[in-house]
């Protein structure tokens, strides 16, 4: 079945740092991408989405590029400020529902 | 511009209560889900739903069970609550999940005794 690997947390960066965290992704097809960034307390919120092969998804500094044959849709941000400091899930739409990552927690220094 | 709402936010029960998990929104989406959260675990797929008036189970479905009498409005129950059922629970929604992204709830923090 489908199914969403995501780089193991916690990831732990200084501010202006690049961050880079693993997504591949096992599917029929080729399946919609997601990252959903959740702050504490609250819930998942879209960040970003890729709909088709080579697609760029990008927003508020991160970006994400659907590679097929890699399969793979690793998220990415030239420099981290201590506000992004959240856990981050990459996620496949499946037929009826979504297929997510277990999630990864950053931490971000000052 | 509500989106997805989650009641109650948070609540205690004791081992061998019941209650009612509501979730509506007001986004006219078909698609509705119930997800519970567990440190470490990511989110696991209890129930949705795909319409007004239909169900399906998802990955942990056992303990719970659901309603969509309204196409607004999705309900997850608890008939006989257990310690093993504290979680956060969210619910979302959905246009189309063959490229649309879901919606999520704020959470429900549940606590069973």
Aim: hydrophobic residues 30%.
């Amino acid at each position: 079945g489908d199914s969403v690997t995501q780089m193991e947390g916690p990831v732990t960066l200084s501010e202006e740092a690049f961050l880079t965290i693993n997504c591949t992704y096992t599917a029929t097809g080729y399946p919609s991408l997601f990252w959903y960034v959740q702050y504490p307390g609250e819930g998942l919120q879209l960040l970003l989405k890729a709909t088709k092969a080579d697609d760029k998804g990008s927003n508020k500094g991160f970006e994400a590029t659907y590679r097929k044959e890699t399969t793979s849709f690793h998220l990415e941000k030239g420099s981290v400020q201590v506000s992004d400091s959240a856990v981050y899930f990459c996620a496949l739409a499946g037929t009826y529902k979504y297929i997510f990552g277990t999630g990864t927690r950053l931490k971000v220094l000052a | 511009n509500a989106g997805v709402t989650q009641t109650p936010k948070f609540r205690v029960l004791k081992t061998g209560q019941s209650m009612t998990l509501l979730c509506a929104q007001d986004m006219n989406h078909e698609y509705m889900y119930w997800y519970r959260q567990d440190p470490g675990m990511g989110l696991r797929l209890i129930h949705y739903s795909v319409g007004e008036g239909t169900t399906a189970k998802g990955e942990v479905p056992d303990g719970y069970n659901v309603s969509r009498l309204k196409k607004q409005n999705f309900l997850l129950g608890l008939e006989s609550a257990a310690p093993s059922q504290t979680s956060v629970y969210f619910c979302a929604s959905s246009r189309d999940p063959s490229n649309q992204p879901q919606h999520f709830g704020d959470g429900t923090r549940l606590s069973i005794l």
